[in-house]
């Protein structure tokens, strides 16, 4: 079993910026892909960024490249992601995930992943 704990989010303006983190226990963390993805009210949960084990490879969803920053720290257990320039539409519940990982690799798809988090809520004002 793998536990994700993300924390970091709130309520920002828009062009703000946050670090949102997933504290991971349980297993060995550099064994497992990472994952970010978000669920605003209403719509169906989406991808926004991953990173594979070693942190050598990342993937983004168009919506938030060069916004979204998805980086690893394997001594710590942690994965963040980095989010610049919020947007209203940003706002939404973002959760963590992992998948045991046997190579480099990154996973975009949700049913992918095995753990996910509770997540945590960013809400962007205008």
């Known amino acids: 079993q793998v536990q994700l704990v993300e924390s970091g989010g709130g309520l920002v303006q828009a062009g703000d910026s946050l670090r949102l983190s997933c504290a991971a226990s349980?297993?060995?963390?550099?064994?497992?892909?990472m994952g970010w993805f978000r669920q605003a009210p209403g719509k169906e949960r989406e991808f926004v960024a991953a990173?594979?084990?070693?942190?050598?490879?990342?993937n983004y969803a168009s919506s938030v490249k060069g916004r979204f920053t998805i980086y690893r720290d394997n001594a710590k257990s942690t994965v963040y992601l980095q989010v610049n320039s919020l947007k209203p539409e940003d706002t939404a519940v973002y959760y963590c995930?992992?998948?045991?990982?046997?190579?480099?690799?990154?996973?975009?798809?949700?049913?992918?992943?095995?753990?996910w988090g509770q997540g945590t809520q960013v809400t962007v004002s205008s």
């Open positions: 995930a992992a998948d045991r990982a046997f190579t480099d690799r990154v996973v975009t798809t949700g049913p992918g992943y095995e753990y």
């Open positions: 990173v594979s084990r070693s942190g050598g490879s990342t």
């Open positions: 349980g297993r060995t963390f550099s064994n497992y892909a």
